[in-house]
């Protein structure tokens, strides 16, 4: 995760004093690290690393049953293609039961904004009164358009745009990786042409290489 250093603090304290709340709502840009942000909790939640302020550790079974996809309790949806209130009614009866195999079930819904309507009161419901083995993380570039309803039950985390800098350091640890040559005036360029979005300097490094 880059950039995001203020955010990263403060969930690392939550976790490492078992402070972690229920739902969260983590808005801003596009490609800032809100997804990948919102995985990592659900690793550090889950994790069994006996010192709190070393998860998620990345090797217990668990953080790898979540790495390669093969845990069911870790659930991402795409609310741009499930915002309607029949798909919200089966999240709301499906989060009733307890998890298979983590402590934790963890729901990451990407693009929360586009919950509207009736399906956005029903998922108020489940926010209102969430399961204790349950939580939520809401991702949204637009969090203007989400219920004031459904923010206020959420811890926010507002991610800012990353500095040309930051992304340069990253870009030359994944060329080094891939074993491809690039200048330092290049990695700064494909910086300032991402605007801020890692994930954008990622396809421009790719393209190029």
Same mark, same amino acid.
Do not use: W
């Given at each position: $995760?880059?950039?995001?250093?203020?955010?990263?603090?403060?969930?690392?304290?939550?976790?490492?004093?078992?402070?972690?709340?229920?739902?969260?709502?983590?808005?801003?840009?596009?490609?800032?690290?809100?997804?990948?942000?919102?995985?990592?909790?659900?690793?550090?939640?889950?994790?069994?690393?006996?010192?709190?302020?070393?998860?998620?550790?990345?090797?217990?079974?668990?953080?790898?049953?979540?790495?390669?996809?093969?845990?069911?309790?870790?659930?991402?949806?795409?609310?741009?293609?499930?915002?309607?209130?029949?798909?919200?009614?089966?999240?709301?009866?499906?989060?009733?039961?307890?998890? *298979?195999?983590?402590? +934790?079930?963890?729901?990451?819904?990407?693009?929360?904004?586009?919950?509207?309507?009736?399906?956005?009161?029903?998922? $108020?419901?489940?926010?209102?009164?969430?399961?204790?083995?349950?939580?939520?993380?809401?991702?949204?570039?637009?969090?203007?358009?989400? $219920?004031?309803?459904?923010?206020?039950?959420?811890?926010?985390?507002?991610?800012?745009?990353? +500095?040309?800098?930051?992304?340069?350091?990253?870009?030359? *640890?994944?060329?080094?990786?891939?074993?491809?040559?690039?200048?330092?005036?290049?990695?700064?360029?494909?910086?300032?042409?991402?605007?801020?979005? $890692?994930?954008?300097?990622?396809?421009?490094?790719?393209?190029?290489?």
């Amino acid at each position: $995760l880059v950039g995001q250093g203020h955010i990263v603090r403060t969930l690392q304290n939550a976790v490492r004093l078992d402070r972690v709340g229920h739902a969260y709502l983590f808005s801003g840009p596009r490609g800032t690290g809100k997804t990948t942000t919102a995985r990592l909790l659900a690793k550090a939640v889950n994790c069994l690393a006996d010192d709190p302020s070393q998860r998620p550790c990345n090797v217990c079974a668990n953080c790898v049953a979540i790495n390669t996809g093969a845990s069911p309790d870790v659930i991402e949806i795409d609310a741009a293609s499930n915002r309607g209130i029949d798909d919200t009614r089966d999240l709301r009866d499906k989060v009733r039961y307890a998890p *298979t195999q983590l402590p +934790s079930k963890v729901y990451i819904i990407d693009e929360a904004h586009q919950i509207t309507g009736a399906a956005a009161n029903a998922f $108020l419901k489940t926010l209102e009164e969430p399961p204790a083995h349950s939580r939520f993380i809401l991702a949204t570039t637009d969090p203007e358009e989400l $219920l004031p309803t459904i923010v206020s039950h959420c811890q926010r985390f507002e991610f800012r745009r990353i +500095s040309a800098d930051d992304m340069a350091r990253r870009l030359r *640890t994944v060329a080094d990786e891939e074993q491809f040559q690039v200048s330092e005036d290049a990695l700064l360029l494909i910086g300032r042409h991402a605007t801020g979005s $890692l994930r954008d300097a990622l396809g421009l490094l790719e393209r190029l290489a």
